[in-house]
């Protein structure tokens, strides 16, 4: 297409409008100046792309109104004839800043509909080619209304389109590898700028200090900033440490000596991991035992942290205090080393058979209890509890259970009894041998009252969550007996579950709209 342009204005009559259609158009192209001038100086992005589109189209319809239009004649040789192409300036100027705002106002729309529905954004190469698309379309159609009779499209496509895909084949391959790329890890939710990731399974770890097209800048933990190209970065193995939430789950091993029954020694860590702040609640932490080594048994200690940016800092945090905890609780973390141990036989023996003595009395009592008899659990089970079990005196008025800390243990009464203080309730007495704490063990919730020794004091046997569930696991009638009773208490106490009400997804599109309406007032 070897051309020649040459620019030749002319003036062109303006039809004329009625007054009330021209009042009516100077309210809109009033609305719309100052609307315009609040989204250009008040917003960004797409918001402030709406504003200057407005203003540009306001622009352009005074200077219609106010008869300025002048047209440009553009003369334009082909090889095969003479054509002559009339643009309205200030006409075209108006529908360009329309179209703009039409533009905008689509991506925004639909940014805020991602938003509203899937809780994320659309990605910067969809918008990208969103916007693309839009522009390519309303220009179209701008031509075809008006320039279409005095210049064919089909010669511009096919004259500068060849070009273009020529040299973008050739020239820009690597270029394109990257963009492509840049497409399919934005395109696959891989990644947003932000977040923590590592560069294959144990490599390197840092943020994502900006992603585009060609290529992803990563600022590592030690302060470097890596620049990944695209292509290269989609054939290694990235793991988004922020998504689907930042929180990580954190393993760590630990060796506890033989003479600590293994129930114990989790319930010693257990407390640890719940009571440390930078441990999560939920997912809830958990101790297992995972072997029997040559000089301890091996636990191992799972536990969720937040994010991993203060991860070390909480893992150094936990395995501190689960240090100073053992050695309050007289549990030997032991040295990997073999022990000659000079014992004196009559006084171990002697030790053994108080030991004994002391389960099967603590066995007694557990059996004692209704909820503990023969029809609900066996004598070795009973014996598994007694073992793990702790005894506790309280005076009169003593605390045992405070409202609202956490739910580690259920309660039997020995001797004596308890009063469930709830807030505008009376007291509500439980006597010996009856049991509590099972409401918010098992639900896994927060308690709900205070429990105070009656007037007399009390006597109790405190069970860990973890020599419980074992129980409720092996014996489903047992765990439904156990949850039928917390029930009723819960009937009679007047707890109710709290419900989560879940928006409706009518409810989030009239929230979307609203938000749109309020973006589109003018003060």
Request: charged share 20%; with cysteine; net charge neutral.
């Amino acid at each position: 297409m070897d051309s020649l342009v040459q620019a030749q204005p002319n003036v062109e009559s303006i039809p004329p409008i009625h007054p009330v259609l021209t009042i009516i158009i100077w309210l809109i192209a009033l609305y719309a100046t100052v609307l315009g001038v609040k989204l250009l100086f008040k917003t960004k992005g797409d918001s402030r792309g709406l504003g200057m589109g407005l203003l540009i189209a306001v622009f352009g319809w005074a200077g219609i109104a106010a008869s300025w239009e002048y047209v440009i004649s553009v003369v334009i040789h082909n090889p095969d004839e003479i054509s002559t192409l009339s643009v309205p300036i200030f006409r075209s100027i108006m529908e360009f800043g329309l179209l703009m705002a039409l533009v905008s106002f689509t991506l925004l729309a639909f940014s805020n509909l991602f938003i509203t529905l899937k809780g994320s954004d659309i990605i910067r190469l969809q918008k990208a080619l969103l916007r693309f698309g839009l522009w390519i379309l309303g220009l179209s159609v701008i031509y075809q209304v008006h320039f279409a009779g005095q210049y064919s499209i089909k010669t511009l496509v096919i004259g500068v389109g060849g070009a273009l895909v020529f040299v973008i084949g050739l020239g820009l391959q690597r270029t394109l590898t990257n963009l492509f790329s840049g497409f399919d890890l934005q395109a696959d939710h891989v990644f947003k700028k932000g977040d923590m990731v590592q560069i294959g399974v144990g490599g390197l770890e840092g943020v994502v200090w900006d992603t585009s097209l060609r290529s992803t800048r990563i600022h590592t933990l030690d302060g470097q900033m890596l620049i990944v190209a695209n292509g290269e970065l989609l054939t290694k193995e990235v793991l988004n440490l922020d998504y689907p939430t930042r929180a990580l789950r954190v393993r760590r091993l630990i060796g506890i000596s033989y003479t600590t029954p293994p129930m114990r020694a989790k319930d010693v860590m257990l407390q640890v991991l719940r009571q440390d702040s930078a441990v999560l609640k939920s997912p809830a932490p958990a101790v297992f035992l995972i072997s029997y080594g040559d000089s301890s048994i091996n636990y191992e200690l799972r536990f969720w942290v937040a994010d991993r940016r203060v991860m070390d800092e909480n893992v150094d945090s936990v395995l501190s205090r689960v240090w100073y905890a053992l050695r309050e609780s007289d549990i030997e973390i032991p040295f990997p080393l073999r022990t000659i141990r000079m014992v004196d036989m009559k006084t171990d023996a002697q030790q053994a058979e108080a030991c004994e003595a002391q389960v099967s009395h603590m066995e007694e009592i557990v059996g004692r209890c209704p909820l503990f008899d023969e029809a609900h659990m066996s004598s070795s089970e009973r014996r598994e509890l007694s073992r793990d079990a702790q005894e506790i005196e309280l005076k009169p008025g003593e605390l045992a259970v405070r409202q609202g800390e956490e739910s580690d243990h259920m309660y039997l009464l020995v001797r004596g009894s308890v009063r469930v203080l709830l807030k505008g309730r009376e007291p509500i007495e439980i006597l010996a041998p009856h049991w509590f704490g099972e409401m918010a063990l098992l639900l896994n919730q927060p308690r709900s009252a205070d429990v105070v020794a009656g007037e007399h004091g009390v006597s109790l046997l405190r069970f860990a969550k973890v020599s419980v569930l074992p129980v409720l696991k092996r014996r489903p009638e047992f765990a439904k007996q156990l949850r039928q009773i917390s029930e009723e208490r819960r009937v009679v106490s007047g707890l109710q579950d709290e419900s989560r009400s879940s928006s409706t997804f009518k409810d989030r599109i009239g929230r979307l709209v609203r938000r749109i309406l309020t973006a589109l007032v003018p003060w």
